[in-house]
């Protein structure tokens, strides 16, 4: 059985840009509990499989195919009804309305298209107006959403040691596919600090807003009125978070500290001034939501640390006198202790600040400073590969993700085979 995103097959079925045949809502291919599954959703979902299996020229069987993707449809309704009935994976309508803007914005940006062109798509290809466009794909996104926090709970509740991911890359190395694009890394990093001044302006605010909080004004309301995270627009949640993956640490004492429910004070780490709820939490994670105050260090500190960097990038070459640099001068501990080294990463693991400073370097070349939040780097190029096979050490981060999911699909699987069992369904095809 494969676990997917049912919502995505509504969605595709629905609304099919990209020059598929527009399908009528001819009729119910499948009832499982409250949840129905049209056929044109179930004949959107097998063209778009067939379409991806003889693009691998792989041997096609339709009838077995047709009876497979039937049955992975109905796992995802029942994963879907049993969802629903649990009060703490509800999805407000500001998430809603925040991934339907999100989703539609993609359309417009793959399709090269403008909103009144796909108004226009969506009539012709489908006779329906864009607020019942609209409606029709909120339940859809809402349903995904949905899932997508189920299997949030179930992925953060595996325990995953070190002896865990040894045995799984023992037993799975030789068909783990090569990773892509990698470098192996060196770096020096300088901490910046706000001035005193800065600092006590945002301690003043924080503290405020935790007064609001104490006099019943609403998290979510603040969040999105006050907080400057990322997360802001959709009231601060940052979905479930497992421990050892927050390299602040005071953040993730908090979080795993706090009781459901239940409000923290204000804290800082060195982003700035938090202060998280605790929406739910299980034995290996917790779904939380924060209001965030940065704390921004002053611009003529930043200016002062990019000269020094810079000064270093050109008395710096060889391997030896980067290692050496790092340890006088990178306040980063952890990396500082290993002269700098950071050794392999692929290019998709880096953030899109560090990848667009090393893109054209070569081996032995050093990056431009690059700016992170409150650190300020530069990057030696040790060395490049178009692929490559898994290291355990270099790459245990990624396999300790891939052990965790492969568990977690195993532990949903079950409870889908036992919610299964004491669902109604009701094929009509």
């Given at each position: 059985?494969?676990?997917?995103?049912?919502?995505?097959?509504?969605?595709?079925?629905a609304?099919?840009?990209?020059?598929?045949?527009?399908?009528?809502?001819?009729?119910i291919?499948?009832?499982?509990?409250?949840?129905?599954?049209?056929?044109?959703?179930?004949?959107?979902?097998?063209a778009?499989?067939?379409?991806?299996?003889?693009?691998?020229?792989?041997?096609?069987?339709l009838?077995?195919?047709?009876?497979?993707?039937?049955?992975?449809?109905?796992?995802?309704?029942?994963?879907l009804?049993?969802?629903?009935?649990?009060?703490?994976?509800?999805v407000?309508?500001?998430?809603?309305?925040e991934?339907?803007?999100?989703?539609?914005?993609?359309?417009?940006?793959?399709?090269?298209?403008?909103?009144?062109?796909?108004?226009?798509?969506?009539?012709?290809?489908?006779?329906?107006?864009?607020?019942?466009?609209?409606?029709?794909?909120?339940?859809?996104i809402?349903?995904?959403l949905i899932?997508?926090?189920?299997?949030?709970?179930?992925?953060?509740?595996i325990?995953?040691?070190?002896?865990?991911?040894?045995?799984?890359?023992?037993?799975?190395?030789?068909?783990l596919?090569?990773?892509?694009?990698?470098?192996?890394?060196?770096?020096?990093?300088?901490?910046?600090?706000?001035?005193q001044?800065?600092?006590?302006?945002?301690f003043?605010?924080?503290?405020?807003?935790?007064?609001?909080?104490?006099?019943?004004?609403?998290?979510?309301?603040?969040?999105?009125?006050?907080?400057?995270?990322?997360?802001?627009?959709?009231?601060?949640?940052?979905?479930?978070?497992?421990?050892?993956?927050?390299?602040?640490?005071?953040?993730?004492?908090?979080?795993?500290?706090?009781?459901?429910?239940?409000?923290?004070?204000?804290?800082?780490?060195?982003l700035g001034?938090?202060?998280?709820?605790?929406?739910?939490k299980?034995?290996?994670?917790?779904?939380?939501r924060?209001?965030?105050l940065?704390?921004?260090?002053?611009?003529?500190?930043?200016?002062?640390?990019?000269?020094?960097?810079?000064?270093?990038?050109?008395?710096?070459?060889?391997?030896?006198?980067?290692?050496?640099?790092?340890?006088?001068?990178?306040?980063?501990?952890?990396?500082?202790s290993?002269?700098?080294?950071?050794?392999?990463?692929?290019?998709?693991?880096?953030?899109?600040?560090?990848?667009?400073?090393?893109?054209?370097?070569?081996?032995?070349?050093?990056?431009?400073?690059?700016?992170?939040?409150?650190?300020?780097?530069?990057?030696?190029?040790?060395?490049k590969?178009?692929?490559?096979r898994?290291?355990?050490?270099?790459?245990?981060?990624?396999?300790?993700?891939?052990?965790?999911?492969y568990?977690?699909?195993?532990?949903?699987?079950?409870?889908?085979?036992?919610?299964r069992?004491?669902?109604?369904?009701?094929?009509?095809?």
């Open positions: 059985m494969k676990i997917f995103t049912a919502a995505v097959v509504t969605i595709v079925s609304y099919g840009l990209l020059g598929a045949t527009p399908q009528k809502l001819d009729g291919a499948a009832i499982v509990g409250d949840e129905v599954i049209l056929i044109s959703e179930f004949e959107a979902y097998v778009m499989q067939m379409e991806q299996l003889q693009a691998q020229g792989t041997p096609v069987d009838e077995k195919v047709r009876t497979d993707l039937l049955d992975n449809l109905i796992d995802n309704k029942v994963l009804t049993n969802a629903k009935r649990d009060s703490a994976l509800a407000s309508s500001d998430e809603v309305e991934a339907l803007n999100n989703h539609i914005a993609t359309i417009l940006q793959q399709n090269r298209m403008t909103l009144e062109q796909l108004e226009q798509e969506i009539y012709n290809q489908q006779g329906i107006g864009f607020t019942r466009f609209r409606a029709e794909m909120r339940e859809a809402r349903d995904q899932q997508q926090r189920i299997q949030q709970r179930i992925y953060h509740s325990n995953v040691t070190r002896r865990d991911v040894e045995q799984f890359f023992t037993t799975y190395q030789d068909s596919p090569p990773l892509g694009e990698s470098v192996r890394l060196s770096k020096i990093t300088k901490s910046v600090a706000p001035s001044a800065r600092e006590q302006t945002v003043t605010t924080i503290y405020e807003i935790r007064r609001r909080l104490d006099q019943g004004e609403d998290f979510e309301a603040l969040a999105k009125e006050l907080s400057q995270g990322p997360q802001a627009a959709s009231g601060g949640n940052l979905g479930f978070i497992s421990k050892g993956t927050i390299s602040e640490r005071a953040f993730e004492e908090t979080a795993f500290s706090l009781p459901q429910g239940k409000i923290s004070q204000p804290f800082k780490t060195s001034y938090h202060i998280i709820q605790v929406l739910e299980t034995d290996r994670g917790v779904r939380i924060q209001i965030f940065p704390l921004v260090p002053d611009e003529e500190v930043v200016v002062k640390v990019n000269e020094k960097l810079n000064a270093l990038r050109e008395t710096i070459g060889s391997t030896e006198e980067f290692a050496q640099a790092a340890k006088e001068h990178s306040t980063d501990r952890v990396s500082r290993r002269g700098g080294k950071l050794g392999w990463s692929t290019l998709s693991n880096l953030s899109s600040s560090i990848r667009t400073a090393i893109t054209n370097l070569e081996d032995g070349e050093i990056s431009e400073p690059v700016r992170e939040n409150n650190d300020i780097s530069i990057y030696r190029i040790d060395e590969s178009d692929s490559r898994f290291n355990f050490e270099d790459d245990y981060s990624i396999l300790v993700r891939q052990y965790r999911e568990k977690a699909n195993q532990k949903l699987i079950e409870k889908v085979e036992s919610w069992q004491n669902t109604f369904i009701d094929i009509r095809i």
